[in-house]
């Protein structure tokens, strides 16, 4: 018998006993606890600037694109191009889980944030819609670090 015999053992040992778990028509059955029923809402988050949603704005005050993101239970994310009919996640945060939540609008100019908003939010299904408003002002632009 050579010297690596024993060793040879043991390292096929746990092999074998897996193959022949295998071929012997054991069924294993792997079973999972119920799933959690997850409860969600709509949450639509709308902004303006000094109560305007006036595209002419976004070119006034250099703002290519509006960023919303609701961080909490789920992270989701929405980008709005600003000459849009409609500063609105619209169906964005539809169907998102119940729980808190940081809800953050950007206004994005050449790849920089040009002003940001954040509010917390609870978000409960009450079966109807819920809103959340951000108003900017124009003093409120200039480059975020």
Do not use: K
């Amino acid at each position: 018998m050579s010297r690596f015999n024993g060793a040879r053992s043991l390292i096929c040992t746990p092999f074998l006993l897996v193959l022949a778990g295998l071929g012997s028509g054991c069924d294993t059955e792997v079973t999972v606890g119920p799933q959690p029923y997850v409860l969600v809402a709509d949450l639509e988050v709308t902004w303006g600037i000094a109560g305007s949603a006036d595209p002419f704005l976004c070119d006034q005050l250099g703002i290519d694109r509006w960023l919303v993101t609701a961080d909490g239970p789920e992270l989701r994310q929405s980008n709005v191009d600003c000459r849009g009919n409609f500063w609105s996640s619209e169906g964005d945060f539809f169907a998102i889980a119940e729980g808190n939540y940081l809800i953050t609008v950007e206004a994005i100019g050449q790849g920089f944030t040009l002003a940001l908003q954040s509010a917390s939010f609870t978000l409960i299904d009450t079966g109807a819609l819920q809103q959340l408003y951000f108003d900017f002002q124009p003093q409120d632009f200039g480059l975020v670090f």
